[in-house]
């Protein structure tokens, strides 16, 4: 979808919203009607079907985001080794990438639509309704502005609905200045969300566990553990007994936020999970490389839904889809699940230090250990340790390349990646490059990324 946040066109686009239901149980993303940016938000009704039309954009973030994170790693690559995703494989991703921009244009789209709930709230009666609704904006704009700048670095901050002719708001704006901001709409959407929201809507715990990760990336362990005992104490997600089930058995206890699909439907499917596990010779992408494999232990229960060993190929075996057209898949994409969380509260008890004897810390890495039927650590939990959990446990899940960045380890896995593999590397590559076509239409407003 080659939409461009910084011209005229992409903004009368975005200001076409889809209306829908939402029933108590399940996101409904049905679309009901059309209507346009002209001041028709006078109800909570309409403003409710502003609210969901986010969520229909967020089913565009995921799609290719794979390319930028688990082929940018050592995990996985494409059969082919051609084109655009080449480039990922490779660590040499270019400027005109179109996967670069299409992920640059989905993420703004989001944070469009959350603006324009934002500014529509004096529609919504219902103070607690209203206060819902802010909550659902704020965690989806922060989730996309998150996005971006760990990809991308310096990002343009849109904290408001902005037309052609605000070209201050084109410009890049420091990344610290972007976390902050991040942090300020999470907060706030911890003390808006409810804990109980129907599957595929965001809750209090999951602006929690994105706001735990925006710590970790900054370095505030404190404030991360926190948040992470908050969502473990709270006794609303927990551990799936079976690795498998956290992927077929969807909206289950693990999962704290879901991208939701439809299988078999035009409009609300994904491929994804075609690309990852049937994709073939020339369209297959995600495939996972001999490194990732080799690192997987001996009787890990896992291993079965990591691979699937129904193909010769190097096949992905999560979010093997059950549609009846293979590129109309239904499975849900996950964004953040109680395992991720466990993790990351002994990640924030570490501290960014090279171990921990804590208790605490051992004992939530064994959990996630214990449903692999793997053995448990016994005295100290080591960073790298943590980090080969992560990998293993979350593989594919798009984790990879960020957790080398924040353990500060992805300088010299992936040089010693590279290096093995014949490609190069170097630490500007740590950043994508902006989108070319949007520095173009900034008019000089947006400046490259160094390296590029």
């Known amino acids: 979808m080659n939409k461009h946040i910084l011209n005229s066109t992409f903004l009368a686009v975005l200001c076409a919203m889809l209306f829908v239901n939402c029933s108590q149980d399940e996101l409904d993303l049905a679309p009901l009607s059309a209507i346009g940016d002209n001041g028709f938000y006078q109800t909570t009704e309409e403003v409710e079907g502003a609210v969901i039309a986010i969520y229909d954009g967020l089913q565009e973030v995921p799609l ?24 990922f494989q490779e660590l040499a991703v270019q400027p005109t990438n179109l996967v670069v921009g299409s992920y640059w244009a989905a993420n703004y789209n989001v944070i469009f639509r959350a603006n324009r709930v934002i500014e529509n709230l004096d529609a919504v009666t219902d103070a607690s309704l209203r206060d819902q609704f802010e909550g659902e904006a704020k965690f989806a704009r922060a989730l996309c502005h998150f996005n971006l700048v760990r990809a991308y670095g310096d990002v343009p901050l849109l904290d408001k609905v902005i037309g052609p002719e605000e070209s201050d708001y084109f ?14 709409d999470l ?24 706001l735990a990760k925006v710590k970790l990336t900054n370095g505030d362990y404190s404030g991360a553990q926190a948040l992470c005992s908050s969502i473990i104490d709270g006794g609303n997600h927990s551990l799936m007994g079976d690795y498998h089930d956290v992927f077929y058995n969807e909206g289950n206890s693990e999962i704290i936020f879901a991208i939701p699909y439809i299988g078999d439907d035009a409009n609300e499917s994904q491929d994804f999970s075609f690309e990852m596990t049937a994709g073939g010779v020339v369209s297959g992408l995600n495939f996972y490389t001999d490194e990732f494999a080799l690192v997987v232990e001996e009787g890990d229960k896992r291993d079965s839904t990591l691979f699937n060993y129904a193909t010769i190929d190097a096949d992905v075996g999560k979010f093997l889809t059950q549609s009846a057209d293979a590129r109309l898949c239904g499975n849900d ?53 943590l980090l080969h959990e992560r990998r293993v446990e979350l593989a594919f899940e798009n984790h990879r390349m960020y957790d080398l960045v924040r353990f500060g380890k992805a300088i010299s896995v992936l040089g010693d990646f590279a290096a ?21 239409v900034s008019n000089g407003a947006l400046t490259q990324n160094p390296g590029y």
């Open 171 to 184: 410009s890049r704006v420091d990344a610290s200045t972007v976390y902050a901001a991040i942090d300020s």
């Open 187 to 210: 907060t706030d959407a911890m003390g808006k969300l409810p804990s109980d929201m129907a599957f595929g809507r965001a809750s209090k715990a999951a602006a929690q566990g994105i």
């Open 333 to 385: 994409w996950i964004v953040l699940r109680h395992a991720d969380v466990l993790l990351m509260y002994a990640e924030a008890i570490m501290a960014g230090g090279a171990s921990t004897s804590s208790f605490d810390a051992v004992d939530a890495v064994n959990q996630v250990r214990e449903r692999a039927g793997l053995s448990e650590i016994e005295g100290s939990l080591t960073e790298d340790m």
């Open 64 to 87: 290719r985001e794979f390319a930028l994170s688990e082929m940018r790693s050592d995990n996985s690559r494409t059969k082919s080794s051609e084109g655009d995703w080449a480039q």
């Open 420 to 440: 093995a593999n014949g490609y190069t590397f170097t630490a500007t590559d740590l950043l994508l490059p902006i989108p070319q076509n949007e520095i173009n």
